[in-house]
Structures are given as C-alpha cells and as structure tokens.
C-alpha cells in the first residue's frame, strides 16, 4: 500500500525515510543493555554476576529482543563500576570466570539472543599491568608513552600541563612519584584519577585493541560498543580548551574543535576495526557511544566505519514534541545519506530513568546528576504512564532500538540512597554536589516475595531497592496482562510483525500539533498526545495502546496508540 492510498486516512503526509531493505541484522534490531553489578545476583554476594545472566536469558528470550548488550564484566576494581579495565581478556571474579562467560555465550545462543560486549579504549584502570609498567619507568620509556604523560608546567612543574578537567569533576590530571621518589610527570584521565588515557599516537595501543578485538570474537560476541567512541585521540600538542573545561561536548563551539574529543585521526583506527569484524563475517558489529552532533555522527557510520552509533539528541528531547520532530527527521535524513540506521534509546546507565525523568511536569534533573532526597520528586505515576508513551512511540520508529534494562518494568531511579552507600566517582569528587548515576543502577526486582526481590538470596546488593519496587517486580508484572511488563512483550511483537523496524516513516501533518505528534510508518500511524485533553483517533484497528483505561476512540493524555490504516478484509 503506498502513501498516496494511505493519504485519505492518515490525512497530508510527508515522507522522510523510504522502507529498508539492506542486509545487517542490526539495522532494525531490539538491543536490551544488561548492567551486569544490577541484572541478577546468583551466588549472593549482592552483586550481579554472569550466571545471574545466563540464570535469567530466557525471560530477555521472552520479551522479544534480538540481541543483548553486557556493561563491562572484565577484571577491574571497580573504581567506575568496571569502566575502569584492569585486564581487557579475562572476567572480574565477581562476576565469575571465562567459562561462566562461555557458559552465558551458549545459552544466548540457543535461545536465538547474541550479545554485544562493551569496549573501553580510551582508559584503563591505574592497576593495569601496562600503566604500572609506565609508573615503574622513567619520563621518555616505551612503556610511559603507552599513556599520556607530560611534564608539569609552573614552578618545578607544580601545575598540570593544561586546563583540562575530569568529566567526574576537578583536574583532567594527575602528577605521579618517580621511581627515585621525587614528584615527576602528569598523566591524563578524562576520567577519574584512577583511569588512565590510552596514547592512541602510539601504534603499540593500536596493536593491543586489535588482539582484544580477536579475543572476544573468537568466543563468539556480535560486536562491541564501544565507550566514549568520541575521545581517544587527542589534538596535537594538547591545547588549552577554551570551552566548558570538560569539553561539553565534541564539538565545543563554533569555529572550535574541543582538543580531547572528535578528531579526525580517530576514524582510521574504526575503519581498522571494522575491516577486523568483517573478517569474522558480515553479522559482527561496531556501536559508537559517540555524544556528536546528529549531522556529524553520519560520519562514524560511513560503509567503512562503525555499523550504529547512540542516538544521544533523541534521548535529550524529551517529550517535547517540536525537538522530537526535528531529531527524527534529522536522524533519518543525515543517516539515509550514508546507508546507516538510526538508533534510539530512553534510558541507559548513565541517565535518570525516564520513568522518572517524565514524572515532572516543569523542569526534571540533569540526566546524569541523579535525583536527591532534597530535589523536586517525580511523580510516578505520572512518570510511568508517560514513559510506557514515550516507549510505544520509539518503537514505531524505523531503525535499532536500544533498552535499559528494568524499563520493560517501568522503573523510576532508586532515589533514597544513604551517602554512604553511594558508589558513583562523581558523588565524591563534586564532594556529593552532583549525585551520579546511582539511581539508575539499582539492581533490578524479580519476585517480589523473595529475599531482597529475588535479585540474590545472600548478602545485601551492592545498592539497596527500593521497597517500591515490590510491586513491580517482574513476577507480579507477568502475572498482570495490564502492566507495563506485557505492554512491552505486545509491543515488540507487534514491531517484529509489521517489521516496523524495517519501515518507512512520513509525518501525518494533521496530528503534528504543539501537543500531539503522528507519523506513519508502512501502513501503522503511531500517535502520542501530549495535550491536556483527550483527542480523537482516526478511524483504524487500534492495534496498541499505552493504557488500557483510556476511553473508547479517545487518545488520552499522555497516551500513545498505534493504529492501523489497513482496510478491513
């Protein structure tokens, strides 16, 4: 059925993105991010573990995804919750060993479900053997231009050798002891302290990712997404950065290139990558977390580049439905234009939830500041039915979908945490002015009538559930055909049914409004409303809805439905 047919129905449309018909699994693929601290604690030492993973697979099976994405297991010590590599080829024992990860490969496997890994290049822990090689070698070594060392401008080198700062807060730098003793050079840690920048002038850096690349394709992994994609290589020289001192984002300020982030050497070490993945065969795939501009990120997905990249602005829009617009429309066309597909995402690790996010009816938090005992409080109920809105409505979109894991629940953040109990680095090095991302990491709640929800039968988690979290646990949602668990289980059925992911997407102009917004995708009109008031729905099949209490024919506020234009047999 073309869109000239459809026009009647739908009203005036504008066509943005024709259907897709390239190979590449990914292209329209169901992502479930699993943060391996927080998904399922099964040898009960309160923290998530790689068994817990494999324990629990068949209920990801179960929901409907293609595919699953781990936050990072390998060793560490857990400065940044594993962001912080200690050994990029082995398990941290906390999460349990490589023949645990094996184990998890081979059920994932037989379930129909492959699994994406997180790669860090641009860091590394301060205990990997390779930077305390570089602390035990002098200024100058082999082993210390594995980093980024420089001497100390001021006095006797008292100063750090520029105005970077830490995205954690405070100084990009840190000055080092010699090995006779006397202070000596600094080191660069967008970071925290206690993670070291890779050199990424050096080939030798190039050299070791490549082998860490063929270590975990030779177990069998997808691909990888690849952490703070934007930064690895800096500018020459290491300006001063006269943006925001942390850069901001990567592309500072007109005219202005922020130093640590976008340049354009870095794309030759992914067209490197890519040609190693495509050497495993064409399934194998690279995901940028590249935070750029959307007219710049189509050139980390050029044929010879990265396959995906997040899609951060559709994330920061909101429920704002003029921003929504432009982001998609944006999306579709910079992408389009170099053969790749969009992604999108609500929620990840690093985000207040947007169940909680769209609990605020004004200004919400900072995504990644969390929200305090002494912030405004979302409403819940609010946030959640907004939320199951905001996710029917991204997953009509054409493209990759990327979930959080708990969202398929509706969780808010974990707001009450005790200060002592909080484990982000930026709760300590903003001296607890910024929150962190603690919310969004409480460990997830499996049934409701077990010890600590189900999630471990042991010591306390590593971050303590709510008590409301109770009655969302994935027990009682399963056993509701009303809850937000079985809106998610229809709606990627349906998705995969139509092959929504595959589609196309025109904007329905008579229901793009300041408070409702409408396009179609195939022959399925998605449509939120976003307005005070209930709104007319066009004549059509509802086949989803957000609620199920909303009125017959009437789209209610802060609702989503997707309805189908398709004549009746």
């Not at 992502?31 to 817990?52: E, K, T, W």
């Not at 082993?143 to 990009?172: C, K, L, V, Y």
């Not at 399963?478 to 929504?500: G, I, K, N, Q, W």
Request: glycine share 12%.
């Amino acid at each position: 059925m073309s869109v000239e047919t459809l026009t009647p129905a739908a009203g005036p449309l504008t066509l943005i993105h024709p259907a897709d018909s390239s190979p590449g699994w990914w292209r329209s693929a169901v992502i479930y991010q699993v943060y391996p601290r927080s998904f399922r604690d099964l040898n009960g030492d309160g923290v998530g573990d790689l068994a817990g993973i494999t324990e629990e697979l068949p209920h990801l099976a179960d929901l409907g995804v293609d595919a699953v994405w781990l936050s990072p297991f390998y060793r560490s010590p857990q400065r940044d919750a594993g962001y912080d590599v200690s050994d990029y080829c082995d398990v941290d024992p906390i999460f349990g060993t490589l023949g645990d990860f094996d184990v998890m490969m081979a059920e994932s496997h037989r379930l129909g479900l492959r699994v994406i890994v997180d790669l860090v290049p641009n860091h590394c822990s301060d205990q990997h053997a390779l930077f305390q090689a570089a602390l035990a070698a002098p200024a100058g070594s082999p082993e210390r231009d594995m980093f980024i060392f420089r001497d100390g401008t001021g006095p006797e080198g008292h100063e750090p050798p520029n105005n970077w700062q830490s995205h954690f807060g405070g100084p990009a730098w840190t000055r080092v002891t010699g090995p006779n003793g006397e202070p000596d050079q600094w080191y660069l840690h967008l970071f925290d302290s206690s993670q070291p920048d890779f050199n990424w002038d050096n080939p030798a850096v190039h050299t070791e990712f490549e082998r860490i690349l063929r270590f975990w394709l030779d177990r069998g992994v997808s691909g990888f997404r690849v952490d703070v994609a934007h930064a690895l290589v800096k500018a020459p020289g290491l300006p001063a950065w006269g943006g925001r001192a942390d850069g901001g984002s990567s592309d500072g300020f007109p005219g202005h290139e922020a130093p640590m982030f976008g340049q354009p050497a870095i794309h030759d070490i992914y067209r490197t990558w890519r040609r190693i993945l495509d050497g495993y065969g064409p399934d194998r795939i690279l995901c940028a977390e590249a935070s750029v501009d959307l007219h710049r990120l189509a050139h980390w997905v050029r044929p010879d580049e990265m396959h995906q990249a997040f899609n951060f602005p559709y994330l920061h829009a909101g429920l704002d439905v003029y921003r929504l617009r432009s982001v998609i429309t944006d999306s579709l066309t910079v992408l389009d234009g170099v053969g790749a597909p969009s992604t999108w995402v609500l929620s990840n690790h690093d985000v207040v939830r947007h169940a909680s996010r769209f609990g605020y009816n004004g200004h919400g938090p900072r995504d990644g500041d969390g929200i305090g005992p002494a912030d405004p409080q979302p409403d819940t109920a609010l946030g959640r039915q907004r939320a199951a809105a905001a996710s029917l409505f991204m997953l009509g979109l054409p493209g990759a979908a990327y979930l959080y894991q708990g969202e398929e629940l509706g969780l808010p953040d974990g707001i009450d945490i005790p200060e002592g109990l909080r484990q982000d680095p930026t709760f300590a090095r903003t001296g607890g002015e910024r929150l962190g991302r603690d919310g969004c990491r409480v460990p997830l709640p499996w049934r409701a009538a077990e010890r600590h929800l189900g999630f471990g039968h042991g010591d306390d988690p590593w971050l303590p559930l709510p008590a409301s979290f109770g009655e969302l646990a994935r027990d009682v949602q399963a056993a509701s055909p009303a809850s937000h668990l079985a809106l998610y289980r229809t709606m990627l059925s349906v998705r995969r049914e139509l092959d929504l992911g595959r589609g196309s997407l025109a904007w329905a102009e008579d229901w793009c409004t300041g408070s409702s917004l409408g396009y179609v995708n195939g022959t399925t009109l998605v449509l939120m409303n976003l307005n005070h008031e209930p709104l007319e729905m066009p004549a059509g099949q509802v086949l989803v809805r957000s609620t199920l209490s909303g009125p017959e024919g009437l789209l209610d506020s802060g609702e989503t439905a997707w309805i189908s234009l398709s004549p009746s047999e």
